[in-house]
């Protein structure tokens, strides 16, 4: 394993000796189960990024470029592990042709009152974009391959696609797609197929550019239930999950909310990561998905990250990283809020540096 230069003898006893691991290795080690010279430390950066290099949102998320290198300083001034392609849940839904709202200097929306997906007819026709022709997607497969020139090796990089509840509710609308379960199971499940297949073919151009993970955001699925959750959208987690490993690339599974009552089936997915939530307990998920799980969070990004002092986060966090045992990411329970004190960042990152996995 690169990083790890053996063993040492000090007074007899055998230790093994750690170099100064970058951050591919960091992490990548922890994944393994192997010995890393520090916690790795993956916040999730996006409007952040964007204003640490002082540029609008809107360019950030249209322009894989100044996303690349927003990622990069961001990465530089923190000492992130990792760089992540992640903007916003629209791209494949805007090239699929919904109707999303762009702005200025906010991510851009979808606009539910006129989902694409609003008359269930226009499913039949649908047809799954081209990720490498021009679009919004193309525009993340760009941003991959520029990580990948520049950082390939050095900080672990990171592509992202929908996962199949959240991009069936972009397309369809969060509030309608509820009532489908109960009026029309069947189509929800038409349109978890059209998003699975969705998500492999996009995975796999950002795989192919050399990403070393890929990101499946589902931040819908907390709001459906344990039981619809169980039924519904599980299954098709699954088969996309194993699908981008059959790929070659690991996933970091990401949904927002209180997923607590879905823990123990989010463990049964194989996700190499499983973010959690501020409502979801990290002493919770560590008993319902054993302790192989790498784990990430879940210090709630507002209350205690942008909100708290340092003293606090470091509090939270030991707590964080004494429930989750040795396989443990440090980031907040979601995206670091844009107006995040610089202080309250260096205070995770001071965290992850103090402490070795399974310390």
Avoid at 134 to 161: H, N, P, S, T, Y
Avoid at 227 to 233: Q, S, T
Wanted: net charge negative.
């Amino acid at each position: 394993m690169q990083g790890l230069r053996g063993l040492v003898i000090i007074n007899g006893t055998a230790f093994r000796e750690r170099a100064d691991m970058n951050g591919y290795e960091r992490i990548l080690s922890v994944l393994e189960g192997g010995d890393a010279d520090r916690l790795p430390y993956m916040p999730i950066t996006m409007m952040f990024a964007a204003d640490q290099l002082g540029i609008k949102y809107g360019e950030y998320a249209s322009d894989y470029r100044k996303l690349v290198e927003a990622q990069l300083l961001t990465a530089e001034r923190f000492d992130f592990d990792y760089v992540s392609v992640i903007s916003d849940p629209a791209r494949e839904a805007t090239d699929c042709g919904a109707c999303v709202h762009l702005y200025d200097d906010q991510p851009p929306a979808l606009d539910e009152n006129n989902s694409l997906l609003r008359e269930k007819s226009t499913l039949v026709g649908l047809e799954i974009p081209d990720p490498l022709k021009e679009g919004r997607m193309l525009d993340r497969v760009r941003a991959a391959e520029l990580f990948a020139d520049q950082v390939k090796g050095e900080l672990l990089i990171e592509g992202w696609v929908e996962g199949p509840m959240a991009e069936s509710a972009d397309l369809r609308g969060i509030n309608t797609i509820m009532m489908d379960f109960f009026t029309d199971p069947s189509f929800v499940k038409e349109m978890f197929e059209f998003s699975v297949e969705m998500g492999l073919r996009f995975g796999k151009a950002q795989v192919d550019t050399g990403v070393d993970i890929i990101g499946l955001g589902d931040a819908a699925a907390s709001l459906v239930g344990p039981e619809l959750y169980r039924e519904f959208v599980l299954p098709y987690e699954k088969r996309l999950i194993d699908g981008l490993h059959a790929m070659g690339t690991k996933v970091r599974l990401h949904i927002c909310g209180n997923t607590s009552q879905m823990l123990e089936d989010m463990g049964t997915l194989g996700a190499d990561f499983v973010d959690l939530d501020s409502l979801a307990p990290i002493a919770q998920a560590r008993a319902a998905m054993g302790p192989s799980q790498v784990l990430t969070g879940n210090i709630d990004p507002v209350d205690v990250l942008r909100n708290g002092t340092p003293e606090r986060i470091h509090e939270e966090l030991t707590k964080c990283a004494d429930e989750a045992g040795r396989a443990y990411v440090v980031a907040a329970g979601c995206e670091v809020p844009r107006d995040t004190p610089l202080e309250n960042l260096n205070a995770m990152r001071d965290f992850a540096r103090s402490r070795t996995p399974g310390q």
